[in-house]
């Protein structure tokens, strides 16, 4: 099983980033999808969730109208866009799978929003 995440970096505020997880060695259509943050000092908060189907997503009220999670089912990844990014969003982000007390992380991936 791997989750590979991709596409952090360093954005200015008001920047834009999109994540991607690429999930492998399990069946991805039936995980419910999820994006955790890590900030230094904090513990790892979820972020945005999908459903298994892609039907039902779930946001934290702090990047409502701001991130957008999708997920491709021919292409076994999970997306996290990030608009209108804030210092407040500087954190390791983390891609998690769940199903049936199966639970999957990925390493992470740095995002850094500075000027």
Known sequence: VQLVESGGGLVHPGGSLRLSCAA????????????????????????????????????????KGRFAIS????KNTVYLQMNSLKPDDTAMYYCNAWWNNNDYWGQGTQVTVSS
């Open 24 to 63: 492998s060695g399990f069946t991805f259509s039936t995980y419910t999808m999820r994006w955790y943050r890590q900030a230094p000092g904090k513990e790892r908060v979820p972020v945005a969730r999908i459903s298994s189907l892609g039907d039902t997503t779930y946001y934290v009220d702090s990047v």
């Open 71 to 74: 997920r491709d089912k021919a």
